[in-house]
């Protein structure tokens, strides 16, 4: 009997013990399965978060891109007015008024009488004044010292315009990696264009070797100072085109790619003789023979090669300057209305045949400005309307080179 009880007791206490067992595993499922959800909403919620975060950047990150976009946009547009101000600057023989360079004290102009007659004194010291200005009255002179003055001005608010923000976007990392190289390349010629401007200048100050020379700057510096212009306004408008307007990839053709090797030609053109206009410019090379299309009734001037060595005609000789500016000016031409035949067969962009048809409408225009200048004796009007054009000329030409691009630009 005790066995028997013994028995009944070890039955009794291991039902209870499974019991327990079985009330334990089914806490501990109810307590993992509670968990399991906890974890899965919290999951959730992560990812939730993560994607809002991902769209709340996307759409922070496109609008920091069109705030640099249209900033470098508008800064390639400042950099222009500089061109534009500068060839109005030297068309009127005012860049020779301010003969020296302080970038602080420069800012302020003379104001009172006092003032105004210690800065014409200044001016009656240099070359320009002894040789060619003599007779020049203090109210002339300020006519072309606030010339200069402008365009003195204009470049230090495009460097400002450009420097500040840059400073900006660069410390709230709105530049990716691309665009900080160049944003530290655009500081670096804007500094070496302003120290460019002065080494210009200078050339025309010193001492002229006989009287019957005209004081006037180096076309080599000038051309130095209006091709470093080119650059940073070409680079600037291609980057902005490239953040603001991204290409529609062309229809595959078998022209498609000799298109777009033209494309860039046609702007290597434009740039080459809107540079050769510097050389005309410093040696006042528009002035020796206003006929047109021959040269005082001659396809080729005698004296074309008058200098010697035979290279410095190139560069030095007025001749042989306008010359070779006639002949890139009609090369120019004949290659961007090549292009335009050409680009006839080739299924463009909507976009694409419109940037076509304005470099080919702004060629046209360009050539016949420079024709009237030529046989108008080079008025200032029309010259200032044929160096604007020759910019809206290379606009044209980058805007057509950006939309036939290869692949999509990454900035």
């Known amino acids: ?102 970038v602080v004290k420069g800012i302020k102009p003379p104001r009172t009488q006092e003032e105004w007659e210690n800065e014409f004194d200044k001016y009656k010291q240099s070359p320009q004044f002894k040789y060619v200005n003599h007779s020049m009255t203090l109210d002339e002179f300020k006519r072309i010292f606030y010339m200069e003055y402008a365009h003195r001005m204009w470049g230090r608010t495009t460097g400002m315009a450009f420097l500040l923000p840059a400073a900006f976007f660069w410390a709230k990392g709105w530049f990716s990696k691309p665009l900080k190289a160049r944003a530290g390349v655009y500081a670096v010629l804007i500094g070496f264009q302003g120290v460019l401007g002065w080494w210009m200048v200078k050339s025309g100050l010193k001492d002229i070797s006989a009287s019957t020379d005209i004081p006037r700057v180096s076309q080599y510096r000038l051309a130095a100072h209006l091709g470093t212009a080119l650059v940073i306004y070409s680079s600037m408008l291609y980057t902005a085109l490239g953040i603001l307007s991204p290409p529609t990839l062309q229809a595959a053709s078998p022209h498609l790619k000799r298109l777009r090797g033209l494309a860039h030609g046609t702007v290597a053109m434009v740039f080459i003789t809107a ?14 023979y206003n006929s047109f299309p021959k040269m005082a009734g001659r396809w080729i001037p005698e004296d074309i090669l008058a200098m010697s060595p035979k290279i410095k005609n190139f560069f030095e000789n007025p001749t042989t300057v306008q010359f070779q500016h006639r002949l890139l000016g009609t090369t120019t031409f004949a290659f961007i209305v090549g292009t335009w035949a050409l680009a006839r067969g080739v299924a463009l962009t909507s976009r694409a045949r419109l940037a076509l048809h304005c470099v080919t409408g702004m060629a046209f225009v360009q050539v016949g400005l420079g024709i009237s200048t030529l046989l108008c004796h080079v008025p200032v009007s029309l010259a200032s309307a044929h160096q604007s054009s020759s910019l809206a000329l290379l606009s044209f030409a980058i805007w057509l080179m950006h939309e036939l691009r290869k692949k999509l630009p990454r900035l």
Do not use: N, P
């Open 1 to 102: 009997r005790a066995g028997h009880c013994c028995v009944l007791l070890s039955e009794h206490e291991g039902s209870q013990m499974a019991t327990l067992r079985a009330a334990a595993d089914g806490i501990f499922s109810a307590f993992r399965a509670r968990g399991s959800r906890t974890l899965q909403a919290t999951r959730f919620a992560q990812r939730q978060a993560a994607a809002l975060k991902r769209w709340q950047t996307t759409e922070a990150s496109d609008k920091a891109r069109k705030v640099v976009g249209y900033w470098l946009l508008g800064c390639s547009g400042m950099v222009a007015g500089a061109v534009v101000v500068g060839g109005i600057t030297r068309l009127t023989e005012s860049g020779l008024s301010i003969v020296r360079w302080d």
């Open 275 to 288: 540079l050769s206009g510097a050389f005309v410019a410093g040696l006042d090379a528009g002035l020796v």
